[in-house]
């Protein structure tokens, strides 16, 4: 299966083993990533709230190679997704700026990956993979406000209820929890300017994941990831209660569950390190 893939600025940087866990899962799944010739920065997060011509010209450029590709494109960040998804509505609509994508057609669809890998790649071609089924963790999913919202931009079925990544835990043999969380938000870069609310935000995460009994929380975004896992030292020193929370991107969780020998590489680089608890449940 090929499609055209835009990583994203992170995920060769802070987000190294989100990276080379999706091209590791593409591998064995058998997606060719095809990556976008000569790709640069989308804008996300800050192009969007200081200029609306940067904000559609940057994902636009992109968007332009992709269309010339001629392929479906896969996007790993929250943020990029939401992003390339806002200027692909814009190129269509009145809200297009003179200039910018004049000969864009749009003959693609834009997934998130793990919506792509629930809904093209599906249940079967996972479960064929799985080597060692991640029984006894206990799990919630954490999409974060983007991947879903706005759903005038995502075309998302359910926005407040998205189940791709559980779906894909429950295949891989996790115990998915219920809890109503899912989709709030972490507080984002907010992190950065506002960190005591953000920290707020991710305390609450953490308890309700603690109230759904759930051992870890998974997620599908650079921007979520880094904000839950190098944020608790704060986050427990604000709150006055210690959280220790495992929080792996889903990709990690695939190549762990298909046996692939980069696992171990990837959780090292966590600040909360995961492994003690996979270790406890015999998966690693």
Request: hydrophobic content about 40%; charged content about 25%.
């Amino acid at each position: 299966m090929e499609v055209s893939y835009y990583p994203g600025c992170t995920v060769e940087s802070s987000a190294r083993e989100y990276g080379e866990s999706v091209a590791a899962v593409a591998r064995i799944l058998g997606i060719d990533l095809k990556e976008l010739a000569d790709w640069t920065c989308c804008g996300a997060a800050s192009a969007h709230a200081t200029d609306d011509m940067l904000a559609l010209a940057l994902p636009a450029r992109n968007l332009e190679t992709a269309d010339k590709a001629g392929l479906d494109l896969v996007v790993p960040c929250a943020a990029c997704y939401s992003r390339l998804k806002h200027a692909d509505k814009a190129l269509r609509s009145s809200e297009q700026i003179e200039g910018v994508g004049d000969e864009y057609k749009g003959d693609f669809s834009i997934k998130h990956l793990v919506d792509f890998i629930w809904e093209e790649v599906g249940e079967k071609a996972i479960l064929e993979k799985v080597k060692k089924p991640l029984g006894g963790l206990k799990a919630v999913g954490y999409y974060g406000c983007l991947i879903t919202r706005p759903p005038r931009i995502t075309g998302a079925r359910d926005p407040d209820n998205p189940e791709s990544m559980d779906n894909i835990l429950e295949t891989l043999g996790a115990e998915v929890k219920n809890w109503s969380y899912k989709t709030d938000c972490c507080g984002a870069e907010h992190v950065l300017t506002m960190p005591e609310v953000a920290w707020k935000l991710i305390q609450k995460l953490f308890d309700m994941a603690e109230e759904a009994e759930a051992d870890a929380i998974v997620v599908a975004c650079p921007m979520c990831q880094s904000n839950l896992d190098t944020h608790q030292a704060e986050v427990s020193a604000q709150a006055g209660k210690r959280y220790n929370v495992p929080v792996f991107y889903f990709t990690e969780l695939m190549g762990l569950a298909f046996g692939d020998p980069s696992v171990e590489k990837w959780l090292a680089r966590h600040f909360v390190d995961p492994r003690p608890l996979l270790g406890e449940k015999g998966l690693l």
